[in-house]
């Protein structure tokens, strides 16, 4: 790639990145209130995402053995008892990780 087609793109990804920044306050301003429908939206789009995670964390378990798939179920239960303690995502999240990379790492 040429200098400038390099500067091509990263202007370009600027751009994007400021108008996906900017546009929300843009569309949305503090004067009108915010439609029940983005409300909603933000309402069940984290935790769908975050089964979605959940999903694609666990689709490859192999249930043959049980060092295949201890590790991903312990931490799995980490996770839940972390987000019903401290009912913080980050944290349980974040608790989950640490716990399989420890159990892998140590014991299994």
Do not use: C
Not at 27 to 35: E, L, W
């Amino acid at each position: 790639m040429t200098l400038i087609q390099e500067m091509i793109i990263i202007g370009v990804v600027a751009a994007g990145t400021l108008t996906t920044r900017f546009l929300p306050f843009i569309i949305f301003s503090s004067d009108s209130p915010t439609p029940s429908y983005i409300k909603y939206l933000g309402y069940v789009l984290p935790p769908a995402v975050f089964g979605l995670l959940v999903v694609y964390a666990l689709r490859n378990i192999e249930l043959s053995s049980i060092q295949s798939f201890l590790p991903e179920m312990i931490s799995v239960a980490v996770v839940i008892i972390l987000h019903y303690w401290k009912r913080s995502m980050l944290l349980s999240i974040a608790g989950g990780t640490l716990f399989y990379m420890l159990l892998v790492q140590v014991f299994f």
